[in-house]
């Protein structure tokens, strides 16, 4: 299961921003990481298929966009800032998958560091007006920018969200 792969915080809410900021009641398992500035960040964790910690000569550019070479395939890496730094010795990727086998498509989130996993409850409070960003929650006891992670997907790959069949052009 992958991103678009239906319900992956199993309680039947969408996994756009209009479902992520329809949930209240219920404590969701979150990953906490911090990119381009000291705000906190969170994603809910049931989003998150791996975390990679990638050494710096493990990042090439193709096309300008960096890359790595993940699991036998290209993988594109988005930085949350912006850019990657290229004097850090490793880089923090949150990796996002759909698809299973063979027809897996993954996308690297580079992010600064990753915080904590935490359970709590995702309440979003203000709304978001940076692209990116859903909203600020209350997680952990602190102000938390909560990602939209469906912007950050179609920065590497526009058709992320379409068919499999119609993505390849059959």
């Given amino acids: 299961t992958g991103v678009a792969g239906g319900d992956p915080l199993g309680d039947g809410a969408l996994t756009d921003g209009a479902g992520l900021a329809a949930r209240t009641k219920t404590d969701t398992a979150m990953l906490l990481f911090r990119a381009g500035d000291a705000a906190p960040k969170a994603v809910p964790l ?13 990042i090439e550019l193709s096309a300008g966009q960096p890359v790595t070479q993940y699991r036998g ?19 923090s990727v949150l990796v ?29 409070e203000l709304s978001g007006e940076q692209p990116g ?6 997680i952990a006891g602190r102000a938390t920018d909560v990602i ?10 526009q058709d992320w969200f379409r068919a499999p069949e119609r993505a390849r052009g059959t």
């Fill in 133 to 138: 960003l859903l909203g600020t929650a209350v």
């Fill in 148 to 157: 939209d992670i469906g912007y950050w997907l179609t920065q590497a790959a």
């Fill in 73 to 91: 395939r290209l993988m594109p890496l988005v930085p949350f800032s912006g850019v990657i730094d290229p004097a850090a010795e490793r880089h």
């Fill in 96 to 124: 996002f998958t759909d698809g299973e086998g063979g027809a897996e498509r993954c996308i690297g989130l580079v992010v600064d560091e990753i915080i904590d996993v935490v359970e709590d409850q995702l309440n979003i």
């Fill in 46 to 58: 049931g989003l998150v298929a791996r975390l990679e910690d990638l050494p710096r000569d493990r």
